[in-house]
């Protein structure tokens, strides 16, 4: 790699060796000890519940992030500037915050095989995450993390134990993913429907929380800072790019660096979204329901770019172009909350067959009034987001 690794070519060769690694792991399911010769085939017995080839892909991330960054090794440039300490919670503070840490320029003695190989089985975030790139870890390794304090980490801790405590509380008196997964689904009512895709999306989010947290956490405590997976509540999202921001934040922030900002960024987003969320949906699982799923989301991110731009012509000096801004936004919000949890429902529920049946299910008069009611609530919910974060924006002014 350090031959090949600055050389013209060398960011298509690291794509397509390991996009093929990935796929191909999960064609033969981690391979058969048989296809090493029958003397190994009762070894595919004790194959165990621990599947490494679905860990392994984000030993495929962490690998794509060694290449680019060591082949961007001559490229960065400090981000230090006067600006960035400003809006920076930790920077203004004399800390150094993640971005610093991932946009500093690391020496070549970093990128040695043993460093390496320590980043790819960092034992903390091997086997979920949250992806931390090559240069934020090896940032960490001569001076760790200062940017929580003892105190801080003991805290992140307590709430994790919390918030475990409210999904036993979930798991026991909610009942979102057994009419999910039994397909009970089918013999309810739309809003029923609605309301359990809902659910599942909240539980999801609870899930991956714990998940991310506890790992997290795990590295906090051995001086190494990661980013924060799950940043924003998910009900407080109220448009498909804060969702994806602060939905898996450190996969977010790894494909914006590593793959929508090499393809052209902003420039071609309307192209980009498709390769991006193509790409995740592969790298989640080799299933049709998954790549429904991504293209789904993917058309719904085109009505809420027209949106967005309709309401941009609006946004003019005064009060009422101000209300009319707003208010084409909360429209905005509540149509991108009910297209993502219809994504999810097929994506993470009822599949890609069932897409036909909560069409005509909708298109019902008893649908109809479900789907305006539901359009009504998120509109109001998003008015109730609008309200929040000026609040957290006069608060962040007034310090």
């Not at 026991?172 to 999306?201: C, E, R, T």
């Not at 801004?325 to 994506?347: D, Q, S, Y």
């Amino acid at each position: 790699m350090q031959i090949l690794g600055r050389t013209k070519y060398f960011l298509y060769g690291l794509w397509v060796f390991n996009l093929s690694f990935l796929v191909c792991n999960r064609i033969y399911e981690g391979y058969q000890f048989s296809s090493f010769g029958e003397h190994w085939a009762y070894l595919d017995d004790f194959r165990g519940t621990f599947r490494w080839h679905i860990c392994f892909n984000f030993v495929v991330l962490r690998m794509i992030s060694f290449g680019h960054d060591y082949h961007w090794t001559d490229q960065y440039t400090s981000v230090d500037d006067k600006k960035h300490i400003q809006r920076c919670d930790h920077c203004s503070t004399g800390k150094t915050c993640y971005l610093v840490l991932q946009e500093r320029r690391v020496t070549n003695d970093k990128f040695s095989f043993p460093i390496y190989l320590c980043y790819l089985v960092y034992a903390p975030l091997y086997i979920a995450g949250p992806i931390i790139t090559f240069n934020a870890f090896a940032s960490q390794l001569d001076s760790p993390q200062n940017i929580y304090s003892s105190r801080e980490v003991a805290w992140y801790g307590f709430r994790w134990v919390f918030c475990l405590s409210l999904m036993e509380f979930m798991t026991q008196f909610f009942y979102y993913n057994a009419f999910a997964i039994s397909g009970l689904w089918k013999q309810l009512s739309p809003m029923d429907i609605f309301i359990i895709g809902y659910g599942v999306l909240n539980f999801m989010w609870l899930k991956f929380f714990l998940i991310w947290r506890y790992f997290r956490f795990w590295s906090l405590i051995n001086g190494i800072v990661p980013p924060e997976n799950m940043p924003r509540c998910i009900n407080n999202c109220h448009n498909l790019e804060s969702f994806w921001k602060n939905w898996h934040a450190s996969f977010n922030k790894w494909l914006v660096r590593y793959v929508y900002i090499p393809l052209g960024g902003s420039q071609k987003k309307l192209l980009n979204v498709w390769v991006v969320f193509t790409f995740v949906a592969v790298w989640h699982d080799l299933e049709w329901k998954l790549l429904s799923w991504a293209w789904l989301t993917c058309v719904f991110f085109i009505p809420e770019m027209l949106i967005k731009s309709a309401a941009s012509a609006f946004q003019a000096e005064g009060a009422f172009g101000e209300f009319i801004f707003r208010e084409l936004r909360a429209v905005a919000g509540a149509v991108t909350i009910t297209c993502l949890m219809v994504a999810n429902l097929v994506g993470f529920v009822i599949g890609p067959s069932g897409i036909n049946w909560l069409v005509s299910g909708f298109l019902q008069e008893g649908g109809l009034l479900t789907l305006g009611g539901l359009l009504v609530s998120f509109y109001v919910g998003t008015k109730l987001m609008f309200h929040i974060a000026d609040a957290k924006q006069r608060k962040d002014k007034s310090r």
